[in-house]
């Protein structure tokens, strides 16, 4: 080789070893899709390890995940991996070599099958979606986490298996951190079917969902690790009350509404009420009209709790901690308020024992009510109201309780 073409080759080498060690880094080359001003939840984790530990378990955190046997409770085992629909329907969950899948047989014939990709929900219960070219659909079985066992999907038909069921961007906006739409690539009489970007999918409720982007704040206390008030981050306790409502509105004001924006554009400080409102059509914002199910904001609001007030949501809920089913936790919280001091303790108060009492405050003034939004084998999944208030129910049950003392 020539000494002249010696000479050249450093130019002509140097570039591609620049292209080259993008395409092998590429974790380093990528970017949050929400853009530059995210970190991402990895980034966060690296200072919060404690948090995020103790996050792992809320629900906000598995509202959706991968589908793995970690994520998914029900036994793939034989005998226990079946729904029957039918003498001649049945739909398997089997585990193989490439994933997770739920098949349907008709008279021993396959007739689909489809493999388990996302996991959403994992506290009263799960369901799974699959992806079809880049649409989103809903498996016809889920997993009842109450009772461990499989069931037929919430509002299927429980006669025939059915896979069609098409996930939109509304079930995203609560069930994920992002996910980027595009036209949709099945089939179908939908004259706009919605897809979504694969790569653009953030799953779970992470950080930034509730803090927003994280990026400033990452670089600036990495910089400076002797600074301990955190900076360029939004800490929730500065918010207004108003703020706050509207942070945990954006997925819990119910799904009767009209939305003028994605949720996934609110930031921390916006106004709700710029991206949802409240379809006239769906009833008048009362207890009587609102579902347990989704609606916790518009029922709390109802509440003379509420009304009376400056609470907010974060008055007795800890978004950081898995406080789940700690009966006496959140009735120590509203003793906060209602105490001898403010002459407004519970009237049952020297009727029943202490103990008992100071662990029933949400057992009977929020009670486990049934839901219109999700029948389970005809039965409705029973969710605690929101609606703080003196249930006759509640005073039926007390009251035959004292009888027989």
Not at 242 to 260: A, E, F, R
Not at 358 to 370: G, N
Request: glycine residues 6%; proline residues 4%.
């Amino acid at each position: 080789m020539s000494k002249k073409k010696l000479l050249f080759l450093p130019v002509f080498l140097f570039p591609l070893m620049v292209i080259l060690s993008q395409c092998l880094s590429p974790e380093e080359a990528a970017t949050d899709p929400r853009g530059d001003a995210y970190a991402g939840a990895k980034t966060c984790i690296s200072c919060h390890k404690k948090i995020s530990d103790s996050y792992m378990h809320m629900a906000h955190n598995i509202a959706s995940s991968p589908a793995s046997t970690n994520s998914i409770h029900g036994s793939f085992s034989p005998g226990l991996n079946a729904v029957i629909y039918n003498d001649h329907t049945k739909v398997l969950m089997t585990k193989t070599d490439s994933g997770l899948y739920q098949t349907n047989y008709v008279n021993g014939e396959k007739v689909e099958s489809a493999r388990m990709d996302i996991t959403t929900g994992g506290v009263k219960g799960e369901t799974y979606l699959y992806w079809k070219e880049n649409e989103l659909f809903q498996l016809p079985v889920s997993f009842d986490n109450t009772n461990n066992r499989w069931i037929v999907s919430p509002g299927y038909d429980t006669t025939m298996a059915s896979f069609d069921r098409s996930i939109n961007i509304r079930c995203m906006e609560c069930h994920a951190s992002y996910a980027k739409t595009e036209p949709g690539k099945v089939p179908s009489f939908d004259s706009n079917p919605i897809g979504f970007d694969k790569k653009s999918i953030i799953l779970s409720i992470d950080c930034e969902r509730c803090h927003g982007g994280a990026k400033h704040h990452a670089d600036f206390q990495a910089a400076n690790p002797d600074v301990k008030t955190a900076k360029y981050i939004i800490r929730i306790s500065t918010l207004s009350r108003t703020q706050k409502v509207d942070l945990c509105g954006t997925c819990h004001s119910g799904t009767q509404t009209v939305n003028t924006k994605s949720i996934f554009d609110f930031k921390p400080g916006d106004k709700l009420t710029d991206f949802k409102k409240h379809d006239p059509g769906a009833g008048p914002l009362d207890f009587a009209h609102i579902d347990v199910h989704g609606d916790q904001l518009d029922m709390l609001k109802t509440s003379k709790c509420y009304i009376s007030s400056n609470m907010d949501c974060n008055t007795c809920h800890n978004t950081h901690q898995n406080e789940r089913s700690n009966a006496a936790l959140f009735a120590q919280r509203c003793q906060t308020c209602h105490s001898t001091a403010s002459h407004n303790v519970c009237k049952l108060t020297g009727k029943i024992d202490a103990q008992v009492l100071q662990t029933k405050c949400i057992s009977c003034h929020m009670p486990a009510l049934p839901t219109k939004a999700i029948i389970n084998n005809h039965q409705s999944v029973l969710i605690h109201s929101h609606h703080i208030a003196v249930y006759g129910d509640e005073i039926t049950k007390i009251s035959a309780y004292l009888k027989k003392k």
